[in-house]
């Protein structure tokens, strides 16, 4: 037992292995008696202090070792060598392919795999039941740290995935099913669990990566879990700081916002500091921890009086002696034919107070009231309050909101006419429209969980509200909860309302309640003793609810899913109307689809000229515009409203570029028109200053684009630049295709014509603040045009090449060829060469030798195919003979490539006369 509490004389039952009394070996630690029973006659309770106090009654606490017992009954030692643990220890190995489980303890377990197998084998045991009891991890802080520790061991002791476990759920079963039967019945429950939760483990794994490197090194990292790394690593950096400054201890203000900001568990916080030698007071830490969470709830002016408000109020009922607010009128409604009565009640006035204060009477102003009777619904179960009035032959009030304290229900009221005295007698009246509304959407929320399940092969409930407007619902998700799903569970619930299905409520006893088949509860709820049970159908949904509730699922008219949000990891809220907002919904998704099919037809209208090309854009930009705001203030049906999103973006990205397409086409038909008049007149450079004409100006984000010369149009013989202004300052961008100048870049063009602007200039683009267009433009012209000279070099070279190309080109087909070049005047004017080397290049099969003059020069080349060389022939011999065969003597020098047989170049000064002369 603990230090202090219930206790007696205690008495165990011990197994004695050696059969020789061994009597002195009792709770000695010793594997040869073991103890298997314990009784505690408990009749005393041991206060703080160590004194006794007699119990009023007596009782008896017992418990039975099961395993030991089966180890006993077994004969084996160790209670992992039972039939309980072996056939879970046999499937480890099975699945791991790893060495069989040897039964070692201690230093005997030099590796610790037989650890790992105890702990993996037990684990399981504990997953497999807790799940079938209905736990779940998010719920169940504990739960998630086995089934984690359980991942993490089976990954490095058994070097196997995270599947391990879903395989050990099949022998728990075979080993307690019988024993266990919803272990069986909810097998498919616990995998989907047990697989989403692995799935969070390798996320987490991967993330927790980083935090690792600041544990290096560290001997109780391994025994730290996944979701404490973060944390761990900021403690240890924290501790270090610490030692610096001299500090002993761990402040429990610093362990408090590790543990609430990065999710450190208190565990994990002892193991760190004990590794780390340094103190930790954990008694100091929840000081703290209760310290905050109260100035959290009293952090305001108004949250302090609201809290002494309220203690003082309820010392004040308590003094007066006032019984509890008898609410059992709040279910007291019925219906005929299509509607409902809900009777008045008639109610004595206990008490009038303003501002805590009790006042005898009233006559304006906001002030609470406390009847020995209400008919009104208080806030409870996730269900709102009701609003009405209560009034008699004096006065009336209307009632704002209704809240209970500890037993007093308070009706906050707004004094309509007259006045009110404390001890009268009123008439309680509910605000019956609103109460169907909320009724209807209690109903809803029934169903809505019934679907949930019917849907989805894991769920539960996680949170609720009833309001009059909506219902939401908070639940958690194990698989894949798309669209369609939000589809299906609409229509189950709509199928059930169709079928108009009886709702009735019985009371009973909270014991009996849970003991009754199939009623679904609230994970971690507390129940009063006595609760009410809600039936819809013939045993379709029972769940233990205290709200108010329709009588059948026809009143509910139409149910529509409205909204679906994350709530985190595994959870989602569900909103949804019922009745009048679910038919708004559904006339809402009519309208906006008329709509959506107008604007589809203008999307796809063509036209003639751009005119009326731009002004249908602005109107389908409009329409969409409208649209868009109505599916955010319009109630819809999430389906409805995500197809109409998705159509909706549709027609949005069919015309969002359209405009600045036309303007592009436009802008290049006058480039293309200018280009080609530039031709005209001999050009090789065109600059060009764009503008948007006024026709596109009532689009946004429509403007000239620096591709909008392509590279099809910088590939032909022309060189361009475009310049065009904005806000921002003047763009410009230059293209120089290939053939066009030797010598200038597009960069080099723009860098020469702008780099003394204090342009921002990068490749072929610059940008220029406070400059005008005009002399950008200016500037980027007189570089063209420096260039034109150079430039028709360029081409008569390039001229020069293809020319004689063409006549190499028709004497290919002879064996070998021989050729003296001349160069023709229209090239040679611009000094264009030519280049022999390059040209032989062109007959690259047959022996051939160039010769040439110019610049008082003789130039040859000889080249001899490979193959077609001999002892007596070859490219040096053949240049050599052709420099002999002159009338008169000439310098000459003959250069070989690597090999002088097969390449030979030949260059000899000459006089001017000589040059005329034909070889």
């Known amino acids: 037992m603990g230090l202090s509490g219930p206790c007696g004389p205690c008495t165990e039952i011990h197994f004695d292995r050696t059969g020789l009394k061994s009597s002195h070996l009792v709770n000695k630690d010793s594997q040869d008696v073991v103890e298997i029973w314990n009784l505690v006659f408990m009749e005393f309770n041991r206060k703080p202090n160590g004194e006794l106090e007699k119990l009023k009654g007596h009782y008896v606490d017992t418990g039975m070792g099961l395993e030991r017992l089966c180890a006993i009954l077994n004969g084996k030692r160790s209670n992992y060598d039972t039939d309980l643990f072996m056939p879970i220890i046999n499937e480890i190995q099975e699945v791991s392919k790893i060495q069989e489980y040897q039964g070692r303890f201690g230093l005997e377990d030099n590796n610790g795999l037989d650890t790992a197998y105890r702990i993996i084998a037990d684990h399981a045991r504990m997953i497999a039941i807790a799940s079938a009891d209905g736990a779940f991890p998010d719920e169940n802080y504990r739960l998630r740290h086995v089934i984690r520790r359980a991942l993490k061991i089976g990954s490095k002791a058994f070097k196997k995935d995270v599947t391990l476990l879903q395989h050990l759920m099949h022998p728990v079963i075979d080993t307690l099913g019988d024993v266990y039967p919803n272990l069986s019945s909810s097998l498919n429950r616990t995998q989907t669990i047990l697989q989403y939760e692995e799935e969070l483990f390798k996320k987490l794994e991967k993330e927790s990566k980083k935090y690792l490197q600041a544990l290096v090194g560290k001997p109780y990292a391994d025994r730290l879990a996944l979701e404490d790394l973060k944390g761990a690593a900021k403690l240890v950096e924290e501790i270090e700081k610490l030692r610096i400054k001299g500090v002993k201890s761990v402040p429990p203000t610093l362990v408090y916002q590790l543990n609430s900001d990065r999710g450190i568990s208190v565990t994990a916080i002892k193991t760190i500091c004990s590794g780390e030698e340094i103190g930790f007071n954990e008694d100091d830490f929840h000081v703290v921890s209760e310290k905050v969470k109260e100035n959290s709830k009293t952090a305001t002016v108004s949250g302090r009086l609201e809290r002494d408000s309220k203690f003082k109020v309820f010392n004040y009922l308590k003094k007066r002696g006032l019984k509890h607010t008898d609410m059992s009128s709040q279910h007291s409604y019925s219906k005929y034919d299509s509607d409902y009565e809900f009777p008045k009640i008639s109610a004595k006035v206990e008490t009038i107070l303003v501002d805590g204060e009790s006042k005898s009477r009233i006559i304006s102003g906001l002030f609470t009231i406390v009847l020995d009777k209400t008919n009104f619904y208080v806030e409870s179960g996730g269900q709102i309050f009701d609003t009405g009035c209560i009034y008699c032959e004096t006065g009336k009030a209307r009632v704002i909101s209704v809240s209970d304290l500890n037993g007093y229900i308070l009706h906050h009221c707004e004094m309509v006419e007259g006045f009110l005295e404390e001890g009268i007698s009123v008439v309680a009246s509910i605000d019956e429209s609103r109460r169907i509304k909320i009724m209807s959407n209690h109903t809803a929320t029934h169903l809505l969980n019934y679907a949930l399940e019917k849907c989805l092969n894991v769920t539960y409930q996680k949170s609720s509200f009833v309001g009059d407007e909506e219902l939401q619902f908070g639940f958690g998700v194990y698989s894949n909860f798309d669209l369609k799903t939000v589809e299906t569970v609409e229509a189950i619930v709509n199928d059930l309302i169709d079928k108009r299905l009886d709702v009735k409520r019985e009371v009973a006893l909270k014991s009996e309640a849970l003991e009754m088949a199939d009623v679904r509860t609230l994970p971690g709820a507390e129940y009063p003793d006595q609760v009410s049970i809600i039936k819809i159908g013939e045993n379709l949904s029972k769940e233990l609810c205290c709200g108010t509730h329709v009588l059948n699922t026809e009143d509910l008219i139409k149910f529509v899913i409205t909204d679906l949000r994350s709530l985190g990891s595994g959870a989602k809220l569900a909103r949804a109307v019922t009745r009048d907002q679910g038919l708004e919904a559904e006339a809402n998704a009519i309208y906006i689809d008329k709509n959506l099919k107008i604007l589809k037809s203008k999307v796809s209208n063509n036209f003639e000229t751009i005119e009326e090309m731009l002004s249908n854009l602005l109107v389908v930009q409009d329409d969409i515009a409208v649209l868009k705001n109505e599916l955010l203030n319009t109630k819809l049906s999430l389906v409805k409203r995500r197809h109409f999103e998705s159509e909706i973006d549709k027609c949005f990205r069919k015309v969002k570029g359209q405009p600045q397409t036309i303007l592009n086409s436009v802008l290049k038909a006058q480039i293309e028109e200018k280009a080609v008049a530039a031709r005209r007149n001999g050009l090789a450079f065109l600059v060009v200053s764009l503008e948007v004409p006024e026709a596109f100006r009532h689009f946004k984000r429509v403007e000239v684009r620096p591709d909008i010369v392509t590279k099809e149009m910088a590939k032909k013989d022309m060189a361009f630049a475009i310049c065009y202004a904005t806000s921002e300052g003047v763009f410009a961008r230059t293209f120089i295709p290939k053939g066009i100048s030797e010598t200038l870049t597009a960069e080099k063009w723009i860098q020469s014509a702008l780099r003394d602007l204090d342009a921002r200039i990068s490749g072929e683009t610059a940008h220029v603040r406070n400059i005008p267009l005009q002399e950008v433009e200016l500037r980027l012209k007189l570089i063209g045009e420096e260039d034109e000279f150079k430039a028709e070099k360029f ?125």
């Open 795 to 919: 081409k008569a070279q390039v001229g020069l090449d293809i020319y004689l190309a063409d006549q190499l080109q028709s004497e290919k087909k002879h064996s070998w060829y021989f050729s003296h070049i001349s160069c023709p005047e229209e090239f040679k004017k611009y000094g264009a060469k030519p280049h022999l080397r390059k040209l032989a290049q062109k007959a690259p099969h047959i022996p051939i030798l160039l010769t040439s003059f110019f610049d008082g020069s003789f130039v040859g080349y000889c080249r001899v195919p490979e193959g077609r060389c001999s002892e007596n022939v070859s490219a040096y011999d053949w240049l050599r003979a052709a420099a002999a065969s002159f009338e008169e003597p000439m310098e000459y020098e003959i250069r070989t490539g690597k090999d002088q047989k097969a390449e030979s170049h030949i260059i000899a000064s000459v006089s001017g006369d000589f040059a005329k002369a034909e070889l």
